[in-house]
């Protein structure tokens, strides 16, 4: 299958700071990228359909000010999370379609905001 | 709206069957899917069907009924190793995926 990689895969920030989260897709192009939010023993949460040179399109709920996304090319795809704060330490993943129906995920970038 | 119904958990021996059900109501539906995973890991895909029927995969196996809006996944000889969280989810176009809660299978010995 595809790979979709996701950097960093876990991350600690003081609140208050930014953190950014980059994915990318390595052997295809990716015109359409989403991402996710797991909090521990949940499912995952769709935060945001990243397109390719367009503005993201944000789920109800998520705050477009506060988790930034940049999909400047139709390999990467970056998730800004602004002015961190305890209650946003999760687990967050990307997704990446291409030509199959199957989704394919980056490793996933656990933020541990302190 | 959309919403996923599958069991919070199921628990099952060494070597035994276990079947993991799941009943959606989406706007939209092309298909639906099962991933895995496990604890700290990313979701790994295991099946999609997108019309009615089975889909075998070795140990794994899929079903769909659209006209019930239902499907499972069918796990055989299980192993250690299948212990993780299983999550059904519908493709309701445009390559998103909408998960449901998830079903966290334990295996015993």
């Known amino acids: 299958g595809a790979v979709v990689s996701q950097h960093p895969s876990w991350v600690i920030c003081k609140s208050g700071t930014s953190v950014k989260i980059e994915c990318r897709s390595l052997d295809f192009q990716a015109t359409t990228m989403f991402w996710y939010r797991q909090f521990p023993k949940q499912s995952l949460m769709l935060m945001a359909t990243?397109?390719?040179?367009?503005?993201?399109?944000?789920e109800q709920g998520v705050e477009k000010d506060k988790f930034l996304i940049n999909h400047a090319s139709l390999t990467l795809s970056t998730l800004t999370v602004t002015s961190a704060h305890p209650e946003d330490s999760s687990f967050y993943i990307c997704?990446?379609?291409?030509?199959?129906?199957?989704?394919?995920f980056g490793q996933g970038t656990r933020l541990t905001v302190v | 709206g959309q919403s996923l119904e599958q069991p919070s958990e199921v628990t099952a021996v060494e070597g035994a069957i276990v079947q993991i059900n799941c009943t959606y109501q989406?706007?939209?539906?092309?298909?639906l899917s099962w991933y895995q995973q496990h604890d700290g890991g990313a979701p790994t895909f295991l099946s999609y069907n997108a019309l009615d029927g089975l889909e075998e995969t070795g140990r794994f196996s899929s079903f769909l009924s659209r006209s019930d809006s239902y499907g499972y996944l069918l796990l055989q000889e299980l192993q250690m190793k299948d212990s993780a969280s299983y999550f059904c989810?519908?493709?309701?176009?445009?390559?998103?995926?909408?998960f449901g809660a998830g079903t966290r299978l334990f295996v015993k010995a």
């Open positions: 989406t706007s939209g539906f092309y298909g």
């Open positions: 997704s990446a379609g291409g030509e199959s129906t199957e989704a394919f």
């Open positions: 990243s397109n390719e040179g367009s503005k993201a399109t944000y």
């Open positions: 989810a519908v493709d309701p176009g445009g390559f998103k995926t909408i």
